[in-house]
């Protein structure tokens, strides 16, 4: 059995944003592009999809007119090689809602959930590749064996395209930066 056989011949090319731009809504969904390859992650668990909603919801709510707050959408990072990713929470500036593609400065947080396998990616590789990007906020979501939910918080720094970390909360949420919020995750 050949690679081909298994996933079509385009998951095993680097593709330009050119070719992923003339995909359909349908292949690009559960995918992103790291520097220029396709990587399909697992469906996310029930669990996992409520936190990323609630979490997107208070944010959107306390977002006001300026900025939104929604789930599963690209965020190209680069153009070449191409590298979207799908943050599972994107607070985005609201005068941008219609430009394609998503762009960091058009992003104040991005957050992510992190499930089993994407431990690294969301703790390490992410974490880097949002810095570097230069958006100003990454928030982390770990579902503790607790059953209460972590949320770690980052702060870019400019002068070194690094984050530092900020403060953890478990269950309820109230956070300042960069806009007041206040959301229960240890209901869910």
Known sequence: MTAEMV?????????????????????????????????????ASKRHNRLARILANALDDAGGPEWNADTDFDVRLQDVP??????????????????????????????????????????VVKVDQYAKAGIAFYWRVEQAATGVPLLYTYVLDPATDAYREGEVFTGKVAVVAPFAVEVDLGSV
């Open 7 to 43: 996933a079509p011949a385009w998951m095993h090319e680097q593709i330009t944003a050119e070719q992923y731009d003339s995909w359909s809504d349908e292949q690009c969904a559960g995918i992103e592009v790291v520097d220029g390859m396709v990587v399909v992650g697992p469906s």
């Open 82 to 123: 191409l590298t979207n990713r799908r943050p599972d929470v994107v607070v985005y500036r609201a005068d941008t809602i219609d430009l394609l593609p998503t762009r960091p400065e058009h992003v104040l947080l991005v957050a992510e959930v992190v499930s089993p396998g994407s431990e690294t990616t969301d703790r």
